[in-house]
């Protein structure tokens, strides 16, 4: 069983609603899949793999070595360390985008065209759901922007995974779902290590050359009405291999409400078939840093409704 990877090109072809019909499986079966020629140049996607790999090691590796994990590992005898993730990892966004790198050649100029791309490519997909939800062209767009223009946050997250002595002690990065929207996922093309939960199985995401991994966020479930499902995943740490993982995160404003689209929920005799509440995304943000490693049902019972 492997996660779908789907030819993004073909929306635009003869094979639109076959293509569509993938994705549409993919949303409500998997909550992720792979795109391969997603419209993003090859030469730019080397260029970001040659940057982020100089990076690291100039200005991250020896900062790892000395990290607070690495240390609980080397101290931590027999005992498997529970609430730590091995993995280096740095965000960028818009507002810091004068405190990214200076000492990496090129670093800045090449991750803010690699994000102008992936931004493109997320209000596609978003694009995509609309139509296969039935739901009006730019339905989750203006949702997630908050009735203003331009609101919704996006932000990247550049994580290493450094090869591990005892990955059988530490997880690269404990099994969680996203809070936000649709995430767009750059990961090393070799090492692998992140798996997705499908019917109780940990399956992993095959390293796949230059393709983009879309997974949907807990945001998508909530306006898809349930349709779509925020998935389980998880990134193992290994013993060979430094991975390279950079994920993106088209995410509502803070200020957004939330909810389940009503084109989405029925009534039957008079009640509301709604499985989720109507909620400002910050409140939920609020839930959500504190019960990330937790089963997310609560977290949507937990925040404060409106």
Request: hydrophobic share 35%.
């Amino acid at each position: 069983m492997a996660i779908p990877v789907i030819d993004f090109s073909k929306l635009n072809g003869d094979e639109r609603a076959k293509t569509l019909a993938e994705i549409a499986d993919a949303c409500e079966e998997w909550g992720f899949f792979q795109l391969v020629n997603n419209g993003i140049a090859e030469e730019l996607l080397e260029r970001v793999k040659k940057v982020s790999s100089e990076f690291y090691k100039v200005e991250r590796e020896e900062n790892f070595k000395n990290s607070k994990v690495v240390n609980l590992l080397n101290e931590s005898g027999d005992e498997k360390l529970e609430n730590v993730d091995w993995e280096d990892v740095i965000t960028l966004t818009d507002d810091n985008v004068n405190e990214w790198s200076y000492q990496t050649s090129g670093f800045q100029e090449t991750m803010k065209e690699f994000r102008d791309e992936l931004k493109i490519l997320a209000e596609k997909i978003m694009e995509v759901m609309d139509e296969n939800l039935g739901l009006p062209k730019g339905y989750m767009k203006k949702a997630f922007n908050g009735g203003g223009e331009n609101n919704a946050f996006f932000g990247t997250k550049l994580c290493h995974y450094p090869p591990c002595p005892n990955p059988e002690k530490v997880t690269g990065l404990r099994a969680h779902t996203d809070a936000g929207g649709v995430i767009l996922l750059f990961q090393d093309d070799e090492v692998g290590g992140l798996q997705v939960l499908k019917d109780g199985e940990w399956i992993d995401v095959q390293p796949l050359k230059n393709t983009i991994v879309i997974n949907t966020g807990d945001q998508i479930e909530v306006l898809s009405n349930g349709r779509y499902k925020s998935a389980w995943h998880r990134v193992l740490s290994t013993i060979d291999g430094n991975r390279l993982s950079i994920a993106s995160f088209y995410n509502p404003s803070l200020k957004a409400t939330i909810a389940p689209a009503p084109q989405l929920v029925k009534e039957t005799n008079e009640e509301m078939d709604q499985t989720y509440p109507k909620f400002v995304f910050g409140d939920y943000m609020s839930v959500y840093v504190q019960q990330k490693f937790l089963p997310k049902e609560p977290r949507f019972q937990a925040v404060r409704a409106v």
